[in-house]
């Protein structure tokens, strides 16, 4: 069923009415994952149950393309936008291709640094595609989203109008976020004070076009949720909104995942972080946080995950639900072909007591490694000078490799002195993978 909504004069987007449980099932499959960090209102299923049946479907979550890939911590936002299609909840994905050139303040201890209009445009296309690509990937998602970008309203209102939009905002509850008050010690521009002005007006937009009066966020998204809803509280005759902040994702020791973490940021882009290494982190989780990140991710039922936690748990040491979650992540975020890509990889690389390359493609090869180790054929002659220019620990390659810690492409050497005349991988002649003890694996490209 689909009402008309007009505003004024003008006629709108047609919204759909609310279905009669839409957001408590929701709401309450998103508990039953462990997935409320936060929500605005706190307790929104013990007390507001009835507001949230009356709330028409449709949920929004916001994605600032500040760089040219999304991260996996974007990537639960994506997939619980997903799972709202499975509780007749239409997802709406904002591009927020204006308050990019702002800047988002939360969860950041200093000022982000501007990024060109140019940039921004470039990173809001890729993001776009990005997100519309999961959608198609996804089995759990039924149509499309609604891809909308707040270019098309704040990159349009006059400074007059949108200072006007303002009088409804009170700057004492904007101070009260605990970013702001942070950030006041150390420093804070008015360009990212606003911010959370921005995005408030982008809900209240949603909800004057769409209906929708509720919004998904990351952890550090709770004080921009309660300004906004406010907001919309004021602008609509009190009309009820509200929304949900997942936890933040860390990986098995603790430290942060996402496009600044330390070791290496999981990018949903596949020439950022390769379909084989993203499959890998995931399976090689430990236990217990695989079996938190598959509560959270996996867009099967909740029946389902708990049949195969239980059989995890009482096979460990089979990896059963880190090979679970990573097929179904692996397949949503690059597709049936990427989740194939990374298991030949997979299994060309651990299939085995030593690695065989032989079934991959060059292309294939190069995905298994972050980098590689850059030769020039004229500069080596002999095992003895590539066992030293691939040694990157401690001691000499060509002494090393003589008591049989030395392998190319899986075979032992232990003479300095042979020539390295045919060393070349088989579908690969500028490539030659090179192994220091068990799993040390190196991959030389001759240029």
Same mark, same amino acid.
């Given at each position: 069923?689909?009402?008309?909504k007009?505003?004024?004069?003008?006629?709108?987007?047609?919204?759909?009415?609310?279905?009669?449980?839409?957001?408590v099932?929701?709401?309450?499959?998103?508990?039953?994952?462990?997935?409320?960090?936060?929500?605005?209102?706190?307790?929104?299923?013990?007390?507001?149950?009835?507001?949230?049946?009356?709330?028409?479907?449709?949920?929004?979550?916001?994605?600032?393309?500040?760089?040219?890939?999304?991260?996996?911590?974007?990537?639960?936002?994506?997939?619980?936008?997903?799972?709202?299609?499975?509780?007749?909840?239409?997802?709406?994905?904002?591009?927020?291709?204006?308050?990019?050139?702002?800047?988002?303040?939360?969860?950041?201890?200093?000022?982000?640094?501007?990024l060109?209009?140019?940039?921004?445009?470039?990173?809001?296309r890729?993001?776009?595609d990005?997100?519309?690509?999961?959608?198609?990937?996804?089995?759990?998602s039924?149509?499309?989203?609604?891809i909308?970008?707040?270019?098309?309203?704040?990159?349009?209102?006059?400074?007059?109008?949108?200072?006007?939009e303002?009088?409804?905002?009170q700057v004492?509850?904007?101070?009260?976020?605990?970013?702001?008050?942070?950030?006041l010690?150390v420093?804070?521009?008015?360009?990212?004070?606003s911010?959370?002005?921005?995005?408030?007006?982008d809900?209240y937009?949603?909800?004057e076009?769409?209906?929708?009066?509720?919004?998904?966020?990351?952890?550090?998204?709770l004080?921009?949720?309660?300004?906004?809803?406010?907001?919309?509280?004021?602008?609509?005759?009190?009309?009820?909104?509200?929304?949900?902040?997942?936890?933040?994702?860390?990986?098995?020791?603790?430290?942060?995942?996402?496009?600044?973490?330390?070791?290496?940021?999981?990018?949903?882009?596949?020439?950022?972080t390769?379909?084989?290494h993203?499959?890998?982190?995931?399976?090689?989780l430990?236990?217990?946080?695989?079996?938190?990140?598959?509560?959270?991710?996996?867009?099967?039922?909740?029946?389902?995950?708990?049949?195969?936690?239980k059989?995890?748990?009482s096979?460990?040491?089979?990896?059963? &639900?880190?090979?679970?979650?990573? $097929?179904?992540?692996? %397949?949503?975020v690059? =597709? @049936?072909?990427? !989740?194939?890509?990374a298991?030949?990889?997979?299994?060309?690389?651990?299939?085995?007591?030593?690695?065989?390359?032989?079934?991959?493609s060059?292309?294939?090869?190069?995905q298994?490694f972050?980098?590689?180790?850059?030769?020039?054929?004229?500069?080596? &002659?002999?095992?003895?000078?590539? $066992?030293?220019?691939? %040694?990157?620990?401690? =001691? @000499?390659?060509? !002494?090393?490799?003589q008591?049989?810690?030395?392998?190319?492409n899986?075979?032992?050497?232990?003479?300095?002195?042979?020539?390295?005349?045919d060393?070349?991988?088989?579908?690969?002649?500028?490539?030659?993978?090179?192994?220091?003890?068990?799993?040390?694996?190196?991959?030389?490209?001759?240029?």
């Amino acid at each position: 069923m689909f009402n008309s909504k007009r505003i004024g004069n003008v006629a709108l987007k047609t919204v759909r009415a609310p279905r009669e449980s839409s957001f408590v099932d929701y709401i309450t499959d998103l508990n039953a994952r462990k997935q409320l960090q936060h929500s605005y209102p706190t307790d929104l299923l013990s007390k507001c149950s009835e507001d949230l049946r009356q709330l028409p479907p449709y949920v929004y979550a916001g994605f600032d393309p500040t760089a040219e890939s999304l991260h996996i911590g974007n990537l639960l936002i994506l997939v619980n936008l997903i799972r709202a299609q499975q509780f007749g909840i239409r997802p709406i994905a904002l591009i927020g291709e204006f308050t990019a050139s702002i800047g988002d303040p939360s969860g950041k201890k200093s000022e982000r640094g501007l990024l060109a209009g140019d940039v921004i445009m470039h990173n809001s296309r890729k993001v776009t595609d990005q997100i519309c690509k999961i959608f198609e990937n996804a089995p759990g998602s039924s149509e499309k989203p609604i891809i909308v970008n707040n270019n098309d309203w704040l990159g349009k209102i006059s400074l007059r109008d949108f200072l006007r939009e303002c009088k409804n905002m009170q700057v004492g509850k904007m101070l009260r976020m605990n970013t702001i008050k942070n950030r006041l010690e150390v420093g804070l521009s008015y360009t990212e004070f606003s911010y959370q002005t921005m995005q408030a007006f982008d809900w209240y937009t949603l909800s004057e076009k769409y209906g929708c009066r509720f919004q998904l966020g990351g952890y550090d998204q709770l004080g921009h949720l309660d300004f906004g809803a406010h907001y919309i509280k004021k602008m609509m005759n009190q009309a009820f909104a509200a929304g949900v902040c997942f936890p933040i994702l860390t990986d098995s020791t603790g430290a942060k995942l996402g496009k600044s973490e330390g070791g290496g940021a999981l990018w949903l882009d596949a020439t950022k972080t390769s379909p084989f290494h993203f499959y890998q982190f995931f399976a090689q989780l430990h236990d217990d946080k695989a079996e938190e990140l598959l509560l959270l991710f996996s867009l099967q039922d909740i029946e389902h995950i708990r049949d195969v936690l239980k059989n995890h748990r009482s096979n460990l040491g089979q990896w059963i &639900a880190q090979r679970e979650l990573a $097929a179904e992540i692996t %397949r949503i975020v690059h =597709g @049936k072909e990427g !989740l194939e890509v990374a298991m030949r990889c997979t299994k060309a690389m651990f299939g085995a007591k030593k690695a065989d390359l032989s079934g991959l493609s060059r292309s294939e090869v190069l995905q298994l490694f972050r980098t590689t180790i850059d030769l020039k054929k004229e500069n080596v &002659a002999t095992m003895g000078q590539l $066992a030293d220019a691939s %040694r990157l620990g401690s =001691g @000499k390659g060509h !002494l090393l490799m003589q008591q049989g810690a030395f392998s190319v492409n899986g075979e032992k050497k232990r003479s300095p002195s042979e020539s390295i005349a045919d060393v070349f991988l088989e579908n690969a002649s500028d490539l030659t993978l090179v192994c220091w003890g068990k799993r040390g694996y190196q991959l030389v490209r001759w240029v």
